[in-house]
């Protein structure tokens, strides 16, 4: 099935930069999209509604301008993500706001609603919404999504068990709608690569941390470009919900990440970021096991250059291994 020209006709390359809490916001998403791929961002992060406001005006702004300065390079579409669970007593009135400034996407997490979906599909958006496993992307869809993130084993903050081999494989027996694969995507080869997997697009979160535009401490930042896969730790303790985090920053809040107790669920609130007295996300940092690859805090556009040349240089290393032209192996991955 043909990508929908939101996703198809003004992308660089075929990258959805995921929301990440307190990180992504106009700066950094104005970035992205200004750089050939989609810019997004909870809603949740614009404290307080008044300011989400603010932010989708700027954006929109921003890069209308942007598009007509640029008109041979335009900007690509921006993403908003809403949590859609019972805690999140906002939801109302910031899928609203999304609707006054017609968001081209939003991403929902934590739940699907039909009536979210009717209110996006009504002003001309898209939604797409990020699942753990085949079960819960069926009931998404069945709900109205238009689109799947699975969030598979590896991915930065909260991320599901499953290989994302075994995931995309399941999804796609039954699924024929965009997908964007997310689980430790971090440069360019690993974007083609997910889509030879059977996915349309990749999702990328922790390599935009480390950049000049994220709105995070540079502690972060340095120490995803120090780190690697193996300081990555998988716990439910500090939002709840299963997700990876920096080892060292679990340290340096005096605790021993590997003898973490198991949360209970049901006293965290996901709307707010999750356990406030775990100081998640301030203090101990989501990121995913991809991390490797990121060697230094960049520019926006510096990154996006960086993937776009490690991208073609893996079609062209496709092409001279399967004896296809790069054009023809792009065909035989996607």
Request: charge should be negative; proline fraction near 5%; hydrophobic fraction near 45%.
């Amino acid at each position: 099935m043909a990508l929908p020209p939101v996703l198809r006709d003004r992308l660089r390359l075929p990258i959805i930069a995921s929301p990440l809490f307190i990180v992504s916001g106009p700066d950094l998403v104005i970035a992205q999209c200004k750089a050939g791929i989609v810019g997004s961002f909870p809603s949740l992060n614009a404290r307080p509604l008044s300011q989400l406001d603010e932010w989708l005006a700027r954006i929109t702004e921003e890069l209308a301008a942007w598009d007509k300065a640029h008109p041979e390079a335009p900007s690509a579409p921006f993403a908003v993500n809403q949590i859609v669970h019972k805690t999140n007593n906002r939801l109302e009135a910031d899928v609203e706001l999304c609707g006054k400034y017609k968001a081209p996407l939003v991403i929902t997490s934590l739940g699907a609603r039909i009536d979210v979906n009717d209110a996006v599909h009504a002003w001309g958006g898209l939604v797409m919404h990020d699942v753990i496993n085949s079960a819960f992307a069926r009931k998404a869809v069945e709900k109205g999504a238009d689109g799947l993130i699975p969030v598979a084993s590896g991915a930065g903050g909260h991320a599901g068990r499953l290989s994302p081999f075994a995931l995309i494989q399941e999804l796609r027996e039954w699924f024929e709608g965009p997908i964007a694969l997310s689980g430790a995507i971090a440069n360019g080869a690993a974007v083609l690569a997910a889509q030879a997997m059977g996915a349309d697009l990749a999702y990328m979160g922790s390599a935009f941390i480390a950049t000049t535009e994220a709105n995070a401490v540079e502690g972060y930042k340095q120490m995803i470009v120090e780190s690697g896969a193996e300081d990555i730790v998988y716990s439910n303790l500090f939002t709840g919900v299963h997700g990876n985090y920096l080892r060292p920053s679990i340290v340096n809040a005096g605790l021993d990440p590997d003898n973490l107790p198991q949360a209970d669920p049901s006293k965290m609130n996901f709307a707010s970021g999750g356990n406030q007295d775990a100081k998640a996300w301030r203090d101990i940092w989501g990121c995913g096991q991809g991390i490797g690859a990121v060697k230094a805090v960049e520019s926006v556009a510096d990154r996006v250059d960086r993937l776009a040349a490690e991208y073609e240089a893996a079609k062209s290393a496709l092409a001279a291994k399967t004896g296809f032209t790069s054009g023809a192996a792009l065909a035989l991955a996607s």
